[in-house]
């Protein structure tokens, strides 16, 4: 019997994601069309004996993770749980903290997912590999290949060619360790826990002993119970014959901002071609024309002379006038592109409308297509005092006008613009 556990963090992370973060907890933002960790709970239910997901992470309890998780129950035929933290553990501390949860009904192994990654989810792959080596008691992580410079940006794992033990891990180093990064994706046995309670009575005792002394704690409050899997398990594990990697060759990237979202979506319905034929749009005659994947909800309505695609999703309830042209973009629910509008590199809020003749458009912040190893760069917002093109993002409720551009900006929810903008913040 297996479980899996998916990571899905809180309010204070996700702050990249903003504006669009604000109307809806990060995990459940839709990519290729359906909620991001939509994905990983598909991923999950493919896996034989897969038993419950439980979803880790400190948000509040809110309507919209509850009716998720209701459908997602329905749709999988899966117990899914939401164990919500008091305050953010680490992404060891979270399941050290639900570790009876998880072990109960004695799983023999569980997956650990974390919530901001898209990728083809090798599970089965993981699990035989894992089988296949024979040893009960070793833990598995996912592993791809970076180029030099961007590895420094992740998890570095330095492994043995034929055995693929992990000898030597780095978060984020200063100098570059290995081209092999770490995807957020594990597969552990119970006996992982004893190791993060190992970490769990080693903080405490220095926190004690930091007490004693009356040494005050570098961040002025400091749990025991806070532990990073990576920087404070992995690292102690490599090199002792616990710790292995399973290289993947398909799809992975991060999904730390709202630029990056567009990047995974081209991934997730580029792969549906293959796993979800259904999700895309047909390009026959009477309906718009479409080129390459495109995602529409069935309750969206696009007149017959809209061009989209390609690498578009269309939301629920949108409607997309006459000779309208969208590519490289999401849409949200509710949105409204009136007559001749033109959508490039954007996210489209919920319930937005942008007027006949306006122009929105974003700079695509893609990785090298000449790389085959290179990954989505975590942009800063600024740099050298100027907003870093990149992607346009309309908040929820965004009203802009007939005939404007609005370029490489960032528009808050609820603002109704009066004239074209370009490389701004509209607060």
């Given at each position: 019997m297996l479980k899996a556990v998916i990571l899905i963090g809180g309010p204070q992370k996700g702050t990249r994601f903003r504006p669009l973060s604000f109307e809806v907890p990060k995990p459940l933002f839709p990519v290729a069309g359906v909620p991001m960790i939509q994905h990983h709970i598909e991923a999950c239910t493919k896996v034989p004996s897969m038993k419950e997901i439980l979803l880790v992470g400190f948000y509040q309890p809110n309507e919209a993770l509850s009716r998720f998780l209701v459908s997602a129950q329905q749709e999988f035929k899966i117990p899914i749980r939401y164990l919500q933290e008091y305050a953010a553990l680490g992404t060891g501390g979270g399941i050290y903290h639900f570790r009876d949860q998880i072990l109960s009904g004695c799983p023999e192994a569980f997956f650990v997912l974390n919530a901001d990654v898209c990728s083809e989810f090798p599970l089965p792959e993981m699990l035989a590999f894992q089988?296949?080596?024979?040893?009960?008691?070793?833990?598995?992580?996912?592993?791809?290949?970076?180029n030099r410079k961007q590895s420094l940006n992740y998890g570095c794992i330095v492994a043995n060619t034929e055995t693929c033990e992990v000898l030597h891990y780095v978060e984020k180093p200063s100098t570059f360790v290995s081209e092999i990064i770490n995807c957020g994706i594990y597969l552990f046995t119970p006996a992982i826990f004893q190791h993060i309670g190992e970490v769990f009575?080693?903080?405490?005792q220095e926190l004690l002993l930091g007490t004693c002394l009356g040494e005050e704690s570098p961040n002025g409050w400091q749990r025991a119970e806070v532990i990073r899997l990576e920087q404070d398990v992995f690292t102690a594990l490599a090199g002792r014959g616990k710790l292995y990697v399973y290289k993947t060759d398909g799809f992975w990237s991060q999904i730390k901002s709202a630029g990056s979202a567009i990047y995974a979506s081209r991934l997730y319905l580029s792969q549906y071609s293959q796993c979800h034929p259904e999700r895309l749009a047909p390009d026959g005659p009477g309906g718009p024309t479409i080129r390459g994947n495109v995602y529409i909800h069935p309750t969206a309505s696009i007149d017959h002379s809209a061009v989209l695609g390609p690498n578009v999703s269309i939301g629920k309830g949108v409607t997309v006038g006459a000779g309208v042209r969208v590519r490289e973009s999401i849409i949200l629910h509710g949105a409204s592109l009136q007559d001749h509008t033109c959508v490039l590199n954007s996210i489209v809020g919920w319930d937005s409308t942008i007027g006949r003749w306006a122009r929105v458009e974003g700079t695509p912040s893609d990785p090298n297509p000449n790389d085959p190893y290179a990954r989505m760069d975590s942009e800063t917002l600024f740099r050298d005092g100027r907003l870093t093109p990149s992607i346009?993002?309309?908040?929820?409720?965004?009203?802009?006008?007939?005939?404007?551009?609005?370029l490489n900006s960032i528009v808050l929810p609820h603002k109704e613009l009066s004239r074209s903008f370009k490389n701004?913040?509209?607060?």
């Open positions: 089988q296949q080596r024979g040893d009960p008691h070793s833990f598995l992580m996912l592993g791809t290949t970076a009575q080693r903080t405490q346009t993002i309309l908040g929820c409720n965004v009203t802009i006008p007939a005939e404007v551009v609005i701004q913040i509209i607060l």
